[in-house]
């Protein structure tokens, strides 16, 4: 039990034979990184230099880690140039053979023995932890802080992944938030979102000067990868939030000189409406009711009414009931209808593949399902823009960010080196397939709960799930419950408070047991049975 587990920094011969067991169990039978030896014991070579905390339950030991800052690292021998890799000016400790036997893996070991061993080597004046942890469990280092670097070691079946941790991190946040009730709350926010320990680095760097020729290079690079990553011809970064990317659109759109539809069945399709009323645009509202879909006829009516040239504007992924419009048979009534399709892909890039190849203009940012930090946001063109002095506020021009090659003004290194680095680091169709057997398994245990779900399944994002409660279930009591069990979950919104709902929402980093654990409480605060 827990409650009769002993943790210490080993010092005895029988706790020594308890280690070389669980290191034999754990690292030449569960992971096959060594031989299995006949008397089941396994000593590591470095054996006599390294400091190892352990968890003992009675006299067994049940979870150990070793640390030692002896050179050369085992990681030196695998990887050329390790110093290369690390930031300056730190003292390392190399923390390695950390192993739990599998009895006892539900609990609070783990973070409580790295904390020990952190405690020890910063005593010793240690402030950065290099690890290579097994490709099995990555999601649970980067949940750790810890930032991956140089490439994978080990042979197949049995590889590792070089990273570092900042000793200070470690302590502060990460170790101690691998477990329920510990650390920093889980936060399914849809914005903004938890973010990858490599982008966190990435942002930490000192700041570039946005003109320098290395800066330049970073933004055209990012740019044809954002394009790419959506299949549009152009993309133009701006700093500020998703609603100056819209009013950048709305200024194009007003150079049209055409008249236009808005379709509004949620918030943030209301406030594109409000875009297009505040830049005098000629235009209809088609609504609906929120969390219904839209008739499709009544949308075939609207685009087929609008001459060519015309323009319809709408949101992909409507963030506040959870729909995801049909967008690729929107474009085709678009295209045959010879009319420009505008697109705020705010909420769906990042969550779903997206095409916006038959998109005229449209929008994402930095803060959301991609992964980065946010401040940035971004416009996808079909064709760059001229500027238009005297027509379009300056800073709302897009076609002087084009004349400009891409940097118009003031823009911010550090945010734009997080989010490359977070469309770089992230496997993007494994984590669309991720979201969507999330998204399923959770709209199901939630409809089993008998709790409301706004978005029907057929038109459901994976990206965000909307609950709404009845009148006698306060969201914001349910939700202030919810954090006090470790989640963090949408409901202080305007839109949300008049309404009642409350959000779930997986654009950024979550794991399964997150997910399990987050349905147990809340049927617990909404007084259901899970």
Known sequence: MPDALTYKIADSVAEEQGIHRLNHRTFAGEIPQHAASADGLLVDRFHAENTYAVCLDGDEVVGMV???????????????GLDGHLPAGRRPVEVRLLAVDPRYRRGTILPRLLAMIAEHFTGLGCDLALLSGTTRALEMYRRMGCVPFGPLTGEPGAQFQPMYLTLEDGRRQAWSGLSAGCGQPENLLPGPVSVAPEVAAAFGRPPAYHRSPEHQAVVDDL?????????????????????????????????????????AYGEFGERLADHAARTGLDHRVLTGPWGAPLPWAAVE????????????????????????????????????????????????????PVDLSGAYLATGTSGKALGGYPGLSMVFLRELPRSSPGRIPRYLDLGCYAEAGGIAYTQSSNLVAALDTALAV?????????????????????RRLGLDVVAEPAEAAPGIVTIALPAALPAADVGATLERAGYLLAYQSGYLRDRNWLQISLMGRWTWPTLRGLVTSLAAATGHTA
């Open 66 to 80: 070793c640390g030692r800052t002896a050179r050369p690292f085992s990681l030196d021998g695998k990887l050329a």
């Open 301 to 352: 009516q609207a685009v087929t009414a609008l001459p060519e040239g015309g323009w319809l504007w709408t949101v992909h992924c409507e963030t506040s009931t959870g729909q995801l419009f049909d967008l690729p048979r929107l474009t085709r009534l678009c295209a045959d209808a010879g009319v420009r399709l505008c697109v705020d892909a705010i909420s769906s890039i990042g969550t779903v």
């Open 426 to 446: 992230t496997d993007w169709p494994d984590r669309h397939a991720r979201l969507a057997r999330a998204a399923a398994w959770l709209d199901a245990r939630l």
């Open 223 to 263: 740019h044809r990868r954002l394009a790419s990553f959506v299949h549009a011809a152009h993309a133009q970064l701006l700093l500020g939030s998703g609603t100056v990317a819209n009013d950048a659109v709305a200024a194009q759109l007003r150079l049209l000189d055409r008249p236009g539809v808005v379709l």
